[in-house]
């Protein structure tokens, strides 16, 4: 470990138009798992009109948002979108949340048929569906320690992969992007985008810990090894939401 304190910042994009199913609760599980291992944690909540540069920041975190919130978010989402790519080609975690994943993607057709732009960080493209997927997920993360991921999903948006995306994790119960290739989500980079609320890191806390890791990697240009914490309290939540069929 270094001398100096290890601090992390992170970016909460747009939190008073982004941010339903309890999607803060990433952003507190980020900054209490890291505080915990007395790593210093500043959370900035960009708002709209906010012009954001990635070099202040180490972690970029986006919650989910209803169609017309969406529609104020691309706007804004936009006016940053090459700040931010910039971040994510400097390997910068985002982790990016159901309406925040489809703004990440190339564009969402909503059911009013608004065509919102988006950052095209990655390959996906949304389309509005007829139906809603709404009901927990069981998934798998060949990139995690342990492969199971549990969430709760609520979309309409059918999200579909271009040739350079790939998937996230694999759908075991559940829809997922669109309810036919098995696909959850999406990755480039260290850039993820999920439809998976939960919120998705208090009960798969192995995957804050990659974000967490990668975030020191890539600012401390070395691995600094993460401190085990106890985490029965969270893998109980987690086994607990395993669906019963998988
Ligand atoms: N409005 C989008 C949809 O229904 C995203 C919803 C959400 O973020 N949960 O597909």
Redesign the pocket.
Known sequence: MQNTPLKLRIAHLYPDLLN??GDFGNVLTLQKRAQWRDIEVEVVKITAGSVINSDDFDLFFAG????NQ?IIAANELIKNGAELLKAAHNNKPMLA???AY?LFGKYYLTAERHKLKGISILDVH?L?GKN?FIGNVTAIADFLPVRTIVGFE????LTYLGETAKPLFKIKVGKGNNGLDKTEGARYRNVFGTYL?GPILPKNPHFCDYLLQLALNTKYKCKIPLLPLDDSVEYYAHEARICAKY
């Open positions: 339903i199913y989910g948002g209803q169609d969406q949340i159901c309406g489809q949304t509005a809603r609520n979309h309409s948006g609320h």
